[in-house]
């Protein structure tokens, strides 16, 4: 049944803590590095974790969040094979690093072949030297990080990588090992709900990697279980969720997305956003004189709920946005974004406005996300000034 919604909707839219032993590893020749400075005498690093699945939106989302820092420097740490670097997964701005935890396979691609298992299952996935790294990383050290080759599934030569204030880490399981887990400041997990995340998997990769309609079915149909055992149990301990729905302003309706941002309460150095009144319960249908909405519209909702055991405040957005520079009326509804002037928000969503997700909700709330991030590291970042000035 799921797999002929994906055919529908492709229609619509054109705690383990073991360190497994490589079948297969990485050169030991010396390691490829980075020329950006690391971090300034006193700062800290903050470390964010970013859960999901494959092809479900981090890409983009790092680069929203990225842009969000600026920088003169943004782009991949080894600058690409066109720039005569090297094949990475990691990017790099001036004050972010953005680390892909598939560098942590504890096989390649033909090792996981041998142990017949996915690379979501744990027992695939190398924690102790994850932990050892992250840990190394925050505590101001430079490390020689693994790297996994997408393109022709094999583990390469290390790369150098010095911490910088802002590093995150964005994979399968950026909250499944517990040591990991607790050196984090920050953690989100993007929930794309499976009728949406399998016609975005069916799209990328017949029209981006040229496979056949049904290797991606019987892929997706095979990596399941592993992502309800392993992958999805993380949304526990995530301080945001943005969840990606199917709409629910009309039926039959396949390219709508409804969208809903998670908020957890209590979080240190994190206050919720919220739409009018906080701790309201909100229902709002904005479309009219102030903001163009074609059929079936757009509905906003706003309260407080529990999700996963946890309190948390969600805001939801169902429907798209016609002309993206009306967003800032919506804007001007929001209390609480840690944007730093009005209209902050519109403007960087008119940055991105050909990146996916743009006339939506995900865009919408990856890039409100990106600005309470960088609140939260601001105040971080202050609350350690002003303890070395008192220890001075």
Avoid at 66 to 71: A, K, L, Y
Avoid at 271 to 296: N, R, T, V
Avoid at 335 to 359: H, I, R, V, W
Avoid at 378 to 388: C, H, I, P, T, V
């Amino acid at each position: 049944m799921k797999l002929a919604i994906c055919a529908t909707l492709l229609a619509s839219a054109s705690s383990w803590t073991m360190s497994p032993t490589r079948l297969n590893t990485f050169s030991t020749s010396s390691s490829t590095s980075t020329s950006l400075d690391a971090l300034k005498p006193g700062e800290k690093v903050t470390l964010i974790g970013v859960a999901a699945d494959s092809g479900c939106g981090k890409s983009t989302f790092m680069r929203r969040l990225t842009n969000i820092f600026g920088g003169e420097t943004v782009g991949p740490l080894g600058g690409g094979f066109d720039n005569n670097g090297w094949e990475t997964n990691t990017l790099v701005s001036d004050q972010t690093t953005v680390i892909c935890l598939d560098d942590f396979h504890a096989n390649d691609r033909e090792g996981r072949k041998v142990t017949k298992l996915t690379a979501l299952n744990p027992k695939e996935n190398d924690f102790d030297t994850m932990y050892q790294m992250l840990s190394d990383l925050k505590a101001g050290k430079t490390i020689s990080k693994p790297i996994y080759n997408h393109v022709n599934g094999t583990l390469d030569t290390p790369e150098t990588i010095e911490p910088t204030p802002i590093i995150i880490v964005e994979g399968l399981h950026p909250m499944y090992d517990s040591r990991v887990r607790d050196l984090l400041d920050f953690s989100l997990y993007l929930d794309i709900s499976d009728e949406v995340k399998f016609a975005w998997k069916i799209q990328r990769d017949m029209e981006e990697r040229g496979h056949s309609l049904e290797s991606i079915q019987a892929s997706i149909e095979a990596r399941k279980p592993d992502f309800d055992a392993f992958i999805a149990p993380q949304k526990e301990f995530s301080d945001l969720t943005i969840q990606v729905l199917p709409t629910q302003l009309a039926e039959d309706d396949t390219k709508t997305l409804r969208v809903r941002m998670i908020q957890k309460e209590g979080v240190q150095d994190f206050s919720p956003a919220y739409l009018f009144d906080e701790g309201s319960e909100i229902d709002w249908k904005p479309c009219g004189k102030k903001l163009s909405c074609s059929f079936p519209g757009i509905q906003f909702k706003y309260g407080s709920d529990t999700f996963y055991g946890n309190d948390v405040s969600v805001i939801e957005m169902d429907g798209s946005f016609d002309n993206l520079q009306e967003l800032v009326y919506v804007e001007s509804h929001l209390s609480n974004t840690a944007t730093k002037f009005y209209g902050e928000l519109t403007q960087q969503m008119l940055k991105l406005a050909d990146a996916p997700g743009s006339d939506n909700g995900t865009g919408f709330f990856q890039t409100l996300a990106s600005f309470k991030i960088r609140e939260l590291y601001e105040k971080k970042a202050a609350a350690n000034k002003a303890k070395e000035k008192v220890a001075a």
